[in-house]
């Protein structure tokens, strides 16, 4: 079937986009799938990872509303469960995962009729040697900030020139032409040099730079003193860094209901404009026992509106559900506090798992969004206007929530408790309620919507998003004739 596909794509561009495990890679990359198809007239052929799919995952890829020249291909079931324990760390999982599903790649690319360029997400790094053997092109869909690609890319000068573990560094990391990374503020997977996770990371980090170009989620005034450094920084043009196309913000648009994602909707209709606070934690994001009672009873004592997606809880593991998000059947009143439910019914809504986050940012009533600060969610936020609350969990959020908090004007974060290691509830409300009503959440507000308008205007006709991926296409159309 691929075979005789092929055949009708050979009048046509044709690109394939692979994007690696994980709501948060999958999402952008599939809307950069979608605009290809819709906006620019390309075939795009999107190769799904189908080992340890979650719930969210195949709901997206398998919608029955996909434009036609947009093929989900599913890459066949890889066994990794000789490879992985329960104690295997998210990253490294979703980097063995990568490596095992890609095996049979070179003669899908080949049975597609080799596609024109390949592009792929951070993790998916070994598709490149697969590409260089049949000569095709490759790019990287970079799924988080302009700040955080120039510290992909140094990242591997970084690890020959410190020889100690970087949060042990005395001063916060400097990265050449760039506001410089608190110690606190780095991500997981570089704070202890001895796993597997940062071996990984740096494998994949050090291979940003043999694509022919960069997309970027983000948008020329976005991050400009990044994109900056990273065009024009002497260590950048060392290390032959390949261009920048920054084509976002690329964020999830209409996404088909299921039944409580409707109720959701229906329920904020009902609720008075800017009087929603929306709480989720991106795709992966769970918390504490002790840190789930706290933040309940926060919300309450706020008396202010939400929407609550409350997961089960995982105590030692903050990204509990990122490879089974949307599947979850636990009934939240089992470990929301008792009564809990009873007493906020009317002025909260609880939602098990998954949300739809788009269409509750974007809705008039939601005035506030208590986020982990993940890219896409932070990307999200600010293009419906929406101010957040910073609680950032894994990844590289801990330096978003920086960024959003003390550069960008559109964030506030809440302290953590000095005695028992979590965020007490009298906290949560000060910080909600001074989202929701007080003068610091207005001026947010007022920035979010700033923001929003300078992301509506790069993509729209002329914007320099726009502008940016109809090149890179104009040159795939040209070498097409
Ligand atoms: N998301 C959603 N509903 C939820 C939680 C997350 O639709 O209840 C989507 C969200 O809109 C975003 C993605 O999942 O597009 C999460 O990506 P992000 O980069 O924010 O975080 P990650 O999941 O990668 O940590």
Redesign the pocket.
Known sequence: MVIAESETMKSQSHVAVLASP????I?PLFELAKRLVVHHGIHVSFLNITTEASAAQNQLLHSPTLPPNLKVIDLPLADISALVTEDTLVVARLCINVQESLKPLKSILIDLGKPQALIVDLFSTQAFDICNELSIPTYTFF?ASTAFLAFSLYLPTLDCEVECEFVDLPEPVQIPGCTPIRTEDLLDQVRNRKIDEYNWVLYHFSRLTMVTGIFLNSWEDFEPASLRAIREHPLYKQINTPPVHPVGPL??EDEPLTESGAECVAWLDKQPMDSVLFV?L????TLTTAQLTELAWGLELSQQRFIL?ARKPTDGNTSGTFFNVGGDVNDPKAYLPEGFLERTKGVGLVVQS?????AVLRHQSTGAFLS?C?????L?SITHGVPMIAWPL??EQRMNATMLMEEVGVAVKPMVGKVKDVVERVEIERVVRMIMEGEEGKAMRCKARELKHSAVKGLNFGGSSKESLSRVVKEWKCDKI
Do not use: F, L, R
């Open positions: 994980g709501m948060g890679h999402i799924t964020i999830k989720t991106g795709s992966g994001g997606v998954w949300a739809p986050q788009v982990h993940g890219w896409n969610s932070t999200e894994y990844a």
